[in-house]
Every structure is written in C-alpha cells, then in structure tokens.
C-alpha cells in the first residue's frame, strides 16, 4: 500500500482497514503546536505549510551542543509526543524542507555540497502545482537537477517566474525571508484519542504527549505554570475538568505526569474520553537549573515541592499543611495550621518560652471525672507543675479562665490538664505530653 | 566473591555490616542521628537512631514519651535544615512545644489521612523523595508485606525513618531493623530494645525524659514542693497527690 492508492484498491489488500477523513484544520493545528514546542531550540521557527517546520538553528548549535545533538532532541521530543518525523539540515531553509519532504536525512554544512544534494531530488518535490508538474516529466525534467540545468528564461516564460524564484531560494542565489511564529501567550492543546478511552493509564499515556508539548513551549519562554487544566471530553456528558496545581511553578513534563497520575486516579468519568485538552494560561518567569557542584545529601531542592504537590494531589490540599506558632494565650488558638512551604523561613525560633506545652494537642479538651475534688484519668493524677492561668478571649465570646496544670498518670504518662473557672467548673485533659 | 575467597582474612570478612554477629552490636554502614540520651546511645548500634531502615516505636501507652524520646534528634536535624515529615499523627502536633523542643516549624509536614492505606503510601513518597530528614508515621494496623515495602524504601533514602505502632505489635513479626518497646518506669521512661542489629538486649534502657521536661519549667513552679500553698489556691483542693 503506498500514498495515492485508491480506497477501494487499499481496502482490497486489507479487508478490516480503518478508513478516515483527512483533516487538514487538525493537521494545522498540530503543526502550530510543534512550532510552539520546537521554539525551545531557537527563537526563528517558521511553517513551512501544509506538513513542515523550518528552524534556525545556528545561532544555537553551541548551547544544544552542536547539530546533532539539536537533531536528536528533535526526534526524540516529536516522538513523545507522538509524531514521527523526518529532520534534514542545509545552508538554505527551503533545501532543508525539501530534503525532508524528500525522506533524505541529511547533514548539509556546507553551501558548496548543497547543489549536488538537491539535484538528486525528484522534481515533484519542488514543483506542487500538478499541470506544472505534468509538463516537466513531458519534457524529461525528472529531478530537480534536471529543472536546474533549463535554460532559465525559456522555463520562466513558459512555467512562470515563481518556479524559478523557488528554485533559486533554495539554492541560495535568492534571499528567502520567513515571517517567525510567534508563540501565544497561553498554552492550549487538544488532542483527539484515537479510540474511545475509560482507562486512567490510558488518558495518561496521552495526556504525556501534551506534557511534553507544553514543556518544549514552556521552555521556549523560560517559564513555568502553577497551574494546569486538564478537560476531558465525552461523546455527550459535559467535559470532565481535571485542575492540576502545583506548589512551585514547573514546567518538566515528568513532574506534570506525575501530578496526572495521582489526579486521574481520582477521577470518575461519566462516558468514556474521546478526546482530552490542556490549557495553561498563567505563565510564570522560571530560570533553568542549575546542576549542583557536588552531589547534595538532602536532595535538590525541588524535591520538597514535589512531595507536598504529590501529597496533595492524591490526598486534597487540606490534608497536607504545616504548622505555626500564633501570638495568641489561648491555647487551642497558638498552633495554626499554614502552608507547608512559607515563603521565607525564619531560622530562630518563633516564640518566646512561655510554659511547658505538650507535643499533641487534644482537639477537644476531654472532660475528666473527679472524685475527691481530684481529676482522675484512668486513676488519680498527680499534678506535678501548675498553675499556669490563663484567661483570654472575652472579646470573640470564646474566653476561656483555666488554670493548667502538668499531670501524672497513673502509669506515668505526662498530661496536660485544667481546671475551668468561671462558668463552666471541672478539669480537663487538653493535651499529651508524648 | 568474597566469601568463598580464601584470601579474605576473617577479621575483614566480620567487618562487613550485613553479617550479624551475635556478640557484639552490628556496625552500621549508615549515618546514626545521636539520641540525645547517652545511655540509649551506648545501646544503639552506630550510636544513636539508624537512617536507612525503619524504625519501629511501641509505646505501652500513648503519652509516656514516644515523641519526648525524639525530641533532641528532631532538633539536631531540624538544626540541619532537615524537613521533617509527620504522616497522619493521632493528635494535632502542637507548634508552641515543637517550637519550644528546637524543631524549626517551617520546615515541618504534617499529612492527615483517613485511610491506613494512605498513611502507608504518602510515607512511602516522603521516603522516596530523598527531601526529609526524617519521617514519623502513625500507620494504624499494618500488614508485614506494608512493613516491608516501607523498610525498602527506607534502605535507599538517609532518612530517619520512624514507626508508631501500638504495642501489641511487639508480638508480630517486623522487617525493622530496630524495634524499641516503651514503658514507664518509676517516673523514667524504660526502652526496651527488642530487636537490634547484634546482640540481644537483656534489660531495659533507663531513659530519663523528665531531666529535659524539667529544664524547660523555668516560669512554671513545681507545685507539689516548691510553691507555697498561699500561692496556689487551686493547691489547697488536693492536699496531696496521689502517690501511683
């Protein structure tokens, strides 16, 4: 089977042949986002319409290390996400397309070589308009070298002067300017499944390829995101929004999977996912890493945010939280919980010594008998410090008037326990000592 | 491979820290925190609490001291800029006392979970992520293959790795390389140290927390002998505590 067979002819060889429309709207739309992507390796990207990128890579052939490299990365990236492409380099932006158009995977460094590779092309590779085209092979131009070596004035009066144009551009006689993509400010990608999908593994596998998308346009603009949405499409339920956060901005496509993962499992989808699309629109400054010196014991220093965000997504914001000391006498009101991450850590301590406090605090005092005019907790309790008074909090309607005393168990556990005054009487347990 | 080369002197060969020897305490390959007590130390195999495996604390009762016994190794690495990850504790961790203990609050987790299943896994992930210093889980009833997943990730991290179990765990079988029974003693805490790299240890470990405790009363007298009962209206209700 090869392009430009028949349908009926195709489905002759292969009777169970999937047949489907040609989308050209898609294929521009994929196109632009790979341009998005591939802006990561230099800032000049042009189209090159309907089905190529043109790239100016040698201002950065030091920082990628050279065109190999760029070459590999290229491939690499587009095969993650999901693309298979050909990739050819030459002095001159239209010899390269058409050496890729060609399927001739080259490395073309020097203009002098360029003559010799483009003449051996296939003339239809140049040349797009059919009649055109018709009326080359019936003179027996059959390669472009054939097209080269026409008398140039007789093809232009008979061809146009547009043929020669092209011809020249790629060449190099001929200056061949492109308008450079500009990427969007806001990352938005759709990608269609090619099967309906109800699997989270499976949405997973193809959310990836718009990770890496996002990545190569996140890094194109040295920036990250905080946040991310992932909306998964249906046949007719609405489409499921799957909102992914983040504890610092990012922009590595594994992070993101990762992050995915924990939050599809938690998903429950109406009807099976046709397609899904990803949108990030507040980009944040990020600069690139830095490769420590010498290899850290704690860890990199992301490791930290990655763990909360990974925490986070599989168990919900609230459940992951750190812990601050507030100025306030009451007790139940001097641990607050905050962010795990505070924008700047203090290194001192945080308060001064007030008295001893217990490591748990009871949610609830727990109300505590007393025989004898003494609490009991399991047996009687020996007080071993107090009192600490402590009356606040008139002016909220939640006062307290406690006396708090360091207790004893009977088997010699240390407690936290008061004695309300005022209104309500009686003691209490407030707190372990552990 | 070493052992069956017959070069290898015996004395080299006892060296290595995967043989366990049952007269003397192992030596550690890893980093040991110090506990801060130097009688649990001397009894600790490298000489404080091991990174790199799991340790398992069973309290006879909640409250004698399970935290208090970590206190001082919280706040060496805490000191560090070590984070500390505490995974679904039974209680609210109080930051005026952990403040109050050295351990600096901005570089503390705290995970709630409702599921056992959760607690497990969200530790697993703070072993994994090589970002803490320490991690203290309370995971609720656990089952050996958990318990061993757990000691896995713990043997790739440098990481204290400290487990919170009731005591009747004592009885089951653990893959921890550390396993530490707690108890009151006459107002000291008693460590017994029921599985350790090397040799069986026979007696308890005496541990006296409330040595620490007392240095931290500096405003708050100690009512039973030091403040007089004018002072203490609340004092004179109980004439006398309650001799446990």
Known sequence: ?434 | MGLADPTVPLAALLTRPDIRRGDALARVASASVPTGFAALDAELPGGGWPTGCLTELLPAHEGIGELRILGPALATLSRKGKRLAWISPPHLPYAPALDAAGIALARLLIVRTAAARDALWAAEQALASAACGAVLVWPGAVKYAELRRLQLAAEKTRALAMLFRPSRAAAEASPAALRLALATAAGALAVQILKRRGAVCERPVIVDLDSRTDALLPRVPRAVDRAPPSQSPVRSAHPQPCDA
Not at chain 1, 223 to 239: D, P, T
């Open chain 1, 1 to 434: 089977m090869r392009p430009g067979n028949a349908v009926s002819a195709a489905r002759a060889l292969a009777h169970d042949l999937l047949v489907r429309p040609r989308d050209p709207a898609r294929e521009t739309e994929a196109l632009l986002g790979l341009a998005g992507w591939a802006a990561q390796f230099t800032p000049a990207v042009a189209l090159e319409l309907p089905d190529a990128l043109v790239l100016e890579v040698s201002g950065s052939l030091k920082l990628f290390g050279g065109v190999d490299l760029i070459r590999a990365s290229l491939r690499e990236g587009c095969a993650r996400m999901g693309f298979t492409v050909l990739v050819a380099c030459a002095p001159t932006a239209r010899g390269a397309a058409w050496l890729a158009r060609a399927g001739v995977e080259r490395y073309i460094g020097r203009a002098d070589a360029l003559p010799a590779a483009l003449a051996a092309l296939p003339v239809r590779i140049a040349v797009r308009a059919a009649d055109t085209l018709e009326a080359l092979h019936a003179i027996g131009a059959r390669t472009v070298g054939d097209l080269a070596a026409l008398p140039r004035d007789g093809l232009a009066r008979r061809l146009g002067q547009q043929l020669l144009d092209d011809l020249d551009r790629a060449y190099g006689r001929l200056a061949d300017p492109r308008a450079f993509y500009v990427p969007p400010a806001e990352f938005h990608a759709r990608l269609e499944l090619p099967a309906e999908v109800t699997q989270a593994e499976s949405l997973l596998f193809a959310a990836r390829r718009l990770f890496v998308q996002l990545e190569g346009f996140l890094a194109a603009r040295a920036g990250g995101v905080r946040r991310l949405e992932l909306r998964l499409f249906h046949r007719a339920a609405a489409a499921t929004v799957v909102p992914i956060g983040l504890v610092a901005p990012s922009r590595a496509a594994s992070h993101f999977t990762l992050l995915a993962r924990e939050r599809l499992g938690t998903v429950v989808l109406p009807e099976p996912v046709r397609a899904l699309a990803l949108a990030a629109t507040d980009v944040v400054p990020l600069a690139g890493g830095n490769i420590a010196l010498f290899a850290d014991e704690s860890g990199s220093p992301e490791d930290w945010p990655k763990l909360v965000e990974r925490l986070r997504a599989r168990l919900g914001s609230v459940a992951v939280h750190g812990v601050a000391v507030a100025e306030a006498h009451r007790p139940e009101h001097a641990s607050q919980v905050r962010e795990p991450m505070p924008a700047q850590e203090k290194g001192k301590r945080e308060t001064g010594r007030v008295g001893l406090r217990p490591f748990w605090l009871l949610a609830a005092p727990r109300p505590l008998e007393e025989i004898g005019a003494e609490p009991h907790c399991g047996g009687p309790l020996k007080l071993l410090a107090g009192p600490e008074r402590i009356e606040s909090g008139w002016w909220d309607g939640d006062d307290v008037a406690r006396d708090y005393f360091v207790a004893q168990t009977a088997d010699h556990a240390l407690v936290w326990v008061y004695r309300a005054r005022g209104a309500a009487t009686g003691w209490f347990l407030h707190g372990l000592f552990a």
